[in-house]
């Protein structure tokens, strides 16, 4: 079931006046998509009798209903992105990518060793497999990761508009606020995923081929391997908190065109920008606003005590970034006019 067909499927026909709503689309017409987005265009609008018979039993059922409803039809649409996300072939791909390079880092390092100058982690990984996960992460947030997110994102909207499905995803009661916002959590999935993916696959990759036990950590002491567990999600979860916001920054970016591969390419820019913008020594003072200068402090989890306030402060950077760039998609998408 497409995007369009979810939104047809669970919600009635925009109420008369309502400004949240989309232009109106013709009685039939077709996606010039076809399966890409969704399946085709409405086949009929619904009658005046049975909005107005669906607008009474609303108010007869009282706003607790109207929110309920609104949040199970919410949940759907969100249930159908993210079906049509991880069902394309180019986003497998990418996830599979995601996946060797642990496979590929492990096995090299199984068979030439690490060099004496590399990083800590990297000699660690021989020690403990555990280790390779944190190796991995550390690797991939650099550009891989925001690569893959930066597709993702940077087509969420102009994908649509690009293949004519967005009209008709406005036309139904959707609303302009709970299509970004499932276009969001859509994003916010898909950058939780790929980070599961590099971690999962770092941390069986690194059962495989290398000893696992107590984790010694950077700071030097020694953890129970069930404690390096309990950190290893704790770097998870950080590392897609950071990729969820560059996600919003891509979505953002993606309202401002109706074509998928120059969203996707400013979102993949601005990571490159981001990161040699931070390794000038000129611009150190502007280095702490700079959303990629977070994404590697997520080895405070590999420290005893924990580096909670160094990771504080990337989470709140997190949070302002996605904040900020959630409100220019919302101020650009509500005010957008949808002509595709």
């Given at each position: 079931?497409?995007?369009?067909?979810?939104?047809?499927?669970?919600?009635?026909?925009?109420?008369?006046?309502?400004?949240?709503?989309?232009?109106?689309?013709?009685?039939?017409?077709?996606?010039?998509?076809?399966?890409?987005?969704?399946?085709?265009?409405?086949?009929?609008?619904?009658?005046?009798?049975?909005?107005?018979?669906?607008?009474?039993?609303?108010?007869?059922?009282?706003?607790?209903?109207?929110?309920?409803?609104?949040?199970?039809?919410?949940?759907?649409?969100?249930?159908?992105?993210?079906?049509?996300?991880?069902?394309?072939?180019?986003?497998?791909?990418?996830?599979?990518?995601?996946?060797?390079?642990?496979?590929?880092?492990?096995?090299?390092?199984?068979?030439?060793?690490?060099?004496?100058?590399?990083?800590?982690?990297?000699?660690?990984?021989?020690?403990?497999?555990?280790?390779?996960?944190?190796?991995?992460?550390?690797?991939?947030?650099?550009?891989?990761?925001?690569?893959?997110?930066?597709?993702?994102?940077?087509?969420?909207?102009?994908?649509?508009?690009?293949?004519?499905?967005?009209?008709?995803?406005?036309?139904?009661?959707?609303?302009?606020?709970?299509?970004?916002?499932?276009?969001?959590?859509?994003?916010?999935?898909?950058?939780?995923?790929?980070?599961?993916?590099?971690?999962?696959?770092?941390?069986?990759?690194?059962l495989v081929l290398f000893p696992v036990g107590p984790v010694t950590l950077l700071s030097g002491t020694?953890?129970?391997?069930?404690?390096?567990?309990?950190?290893?999600?704790?770097?998870?979860?950080?590392?897609?908190?950071?990729?969820?916001?560059?996600?919003?920054?891509?979505?953002?970016?993606?309202?401002?065109?109706?074509?998928?591969?120059?969203?996707?390419?400013?979102?993949?820019?601005?990571?490159?920008?981001?990161?040699?913008?931070?390794?000038?020594?000129?611009?150190?003072?502007?280095?702490?606003?700079?959303?990629?200068?977070?994404?590697?402090?997520?080895?405070?989890?590999?420290?005893?005590?924990?580096?909670?306030?160094?990771?504080?402060?990337?989470?709140?950077?997190?949070?302002?970034?996605?904040?900020?760039?959630?409100?220019?998609?919302?101020?650009?998408?509500?005010?957008?006019?949808?002509?595709?």
């Open positions: 079931m497409s995007t369009v067909d979810t939104a047809r499927g669970t919600a009635a026909a925009p109420a008369a006046g309502d400004p949240d709503s989309g232009p109106v689309a013709p009685s039939r017409a077709s996606s010039p998509e076809g399966d890409a987005t969704g399946s085709g265009a409405p086949s009929g609008a619904s009658s005046p009798e049975g909005e107005a018979a669906g607008s009474v039993a609303g108010r007869a059922a009282g706003p607790g209903a109207g929110a309920s409803w609104a949040g199970r039809s919410g949940l759907r649409l969100l249930g159908s992105e993210v079906r049509l996300t991880f069902r394309r072939p180019r986003n497998i791909a990418m996830l599979g990518a995601l996946a060797v390079v642990p496979v590929v880092i492990g096995v090299v390092l199984r068979l030439v060793g690490a060099d004496d100058d590399a990083p800590s982690l990297v000699t660690q990984v021989a020690g403990n497999g555990l280790m390779l996960t944190f190796v991995s992460m550390s690797l991939l947030t650099a550009l891989l990761l925001p690569v893959a997110v930066g597709v993702v994102a940077g087509e969420s909207v102009a994908g649509e508009a690009g293949a004519g499905t967005l009209r008709y995803l406005l036309t139904a009661p959707a609303g302009r606020a709970r299509l970004l916002g499932v276009k969001a959590a859509n994003v916010v999935v898909f950058a939780l995923a790929a980070c599961t993916v590099v971690a999962v696959s770092g941390l069986v990759i690194g020694t953890v129970p391997l069930a404690d390096g567990l309990l950190r290893l999600l704790i770097v998870t979860g950080y590392a897609a908190a950071g990729m969820a916001a560059f996600g919003i920054v891509g979505l953002a970016l993606s309202t401002f065109t109706e074509v998928p591969i120059g969203a996707v390419a400013a979102t993949v820019v601005t990571v490159v920008f981001s990161q040699v913008a931070g390794a000038i020594p000129q611009l150190d003072p502007v280095r702490p606003y700079l959303l990629t200068s977070w994404w590697s402090s997520f080895d405070g989890a590999l420290r005893d005590p924990v580096a909670t306030d160094v990771m504080g402060q990337g989470l709140l950077v997190f949070a302002a970034y996605a904040f900020v760039f959630g409100a220019i998609a919302w101020g650009r998408f509500s005010g957008r006019d949808i002509t595709s």
